[in-house]
Structures are given as structure tokens and as C-alpha cells.
């Protein structure tokens, strides 16, 4: 039996369930991320509130919406660090997300990591993706941690959620293999 609390009839400390995104997001100031594998780079626009990605191989497809241009994205497994948050043990915990990116500062910027001796493939550090502003004023920067391996915990998460990156190109769910 739930205990009730003040109103007699819901626990004080109720929260109605947020549904858990399996798409990692830039809504917060900070967000740090592990790239866990090379990404799939096609067009995606939008038609209904639905995605429509082409492969890149085949060329810009003509605009459904001739205002809103088909945008360059990447689209590639990674760690979010801060998933959730877990009420019992009062700890953030991660989880292997898909992160898609379009915006073309944050592309280029992987690409120079990529680029230099020192830093190499960014599966091999963590990012964390700085987002100030909004709407037509959001900016994005960059910072890579110093490279490491990743963790235990990680790896097995990685290993125990199968991620098929292709079925984004025909609307399936990624992450049912």
C-alpha cells in the first residue's frame, strides 16, 4: 500500500513517468557523451513530424518542403553519461543512446579531433558538447577529455544493447535487431 502523504490521495514526492528517450538530445547546457562506434551519414528532413533520412551515396534528395532544405547528418551510438537519474541509489546513470548531428559545428570539430595525431578517433575520448543560446542564436563548442579506456560498465551496456544504425534509413526502430 502506498503511504499518502498531505492530499490524502498521492504520495507528496509523486512525479508523473517520463518516457525515456532512446536519442540522445543537446537540451542541456552540458552534455557529455561517449562515441561508441562510426557513425551512418546520409540527408534527413522531415515530413509530418516524422524523419525521412536518405543515404548519403545517393545524392540531396529533392525538399519536401522547399523553405526547409534536407540537412547533412551523422547518426552513431553513444554512452550518455546522465541518462537518468536513479531516486534510490541518488546517482545519474548512463546509457547507450543514438546521437544525431546536424549541426555543422559540431561536425567539423569532430573531424579536426579526428585529424589530429594526438586525439585520433573519438571513440577513444569523451566529448562534451557545450549549447548557449536559443533558437536562431544557439551556438555550440566542443571539448574533448583526455583520452581513455572506457569503463566496464560501459562496455558491457555496449555489448548487451545491439544497435542496427541502417533501419534509420527506413524508419525502423534502431534498436530492435
Given amino acids: 500500500m502506498v503511504d499518502k502523504k498531505e492530499n490524502g490521495f498521492m504520495p507528496a514526492d509523486y512525479e508523473a513517468p517520463k518516457p525515456e ?5 543537446f537540451t542541456k547546457d552540458k552534455t557529455p557523451f561517449r562515441i561508441l562506434d562510426s557513425p551512418i551519414v546520409g540527408w534527413v528532413q522531415w515530413e509530418n513530424k516524422n ?3 536518405t543515404i548519403m551515396e545517393d545524392g540531396i534528395p529533392e525538399a519536401i518542403d522547399p523553405t ?21 541509489t541518488q546517482k545519474f546513470v548512463g546509457a547507450v543512446k ?15 579531433q579526428t585529424a589530429e595525431e594526438d586525439w585520433g578517433s573519438p571513440t ?18 566542443c571539448v574533448a577529455k583526455l583520452p581513455k579506456k572506457i569503463s566496464e560498465e560501459i562496455a558491457t ?13 527506413t524508419g525502423e526502430d534502431p534498436f530492435k535487431v
Fill in 21 to 25: 528517450s532512446k536519442y540522445l538530445k
Fill in 51 to 53: 524523419p525521412i533520412r
Fill in 68 to 88: 526547409k532544405p534536407p540537412k547533412h547528418f551523422w547518426a552513431m551510438p553513444v554512452w550518455e553519461y546522465e541518462a537518468k537519474f536513479d531516486k534510490k
Fill in 98 to 112: 543514438i546521437l544525431e548531428i546536424t549541426q555543422k559545428s559540431i561536425q567539423k570539430w569532430i573531424l579536426a
Fill in 124 to 141: 577513444n575520448y569523451d566529448i562534451v558538447v557545450n549549447k548557449t543560446g536559443k533558437d536562431l542564436e544557439t551556438r555550440y563548442s
Fill in 157 to 169: 551496456a555496449w555489448i548487451a544493447t545491439p544497435v542496427n544504425l541502417e533501419a534509420l534509413f
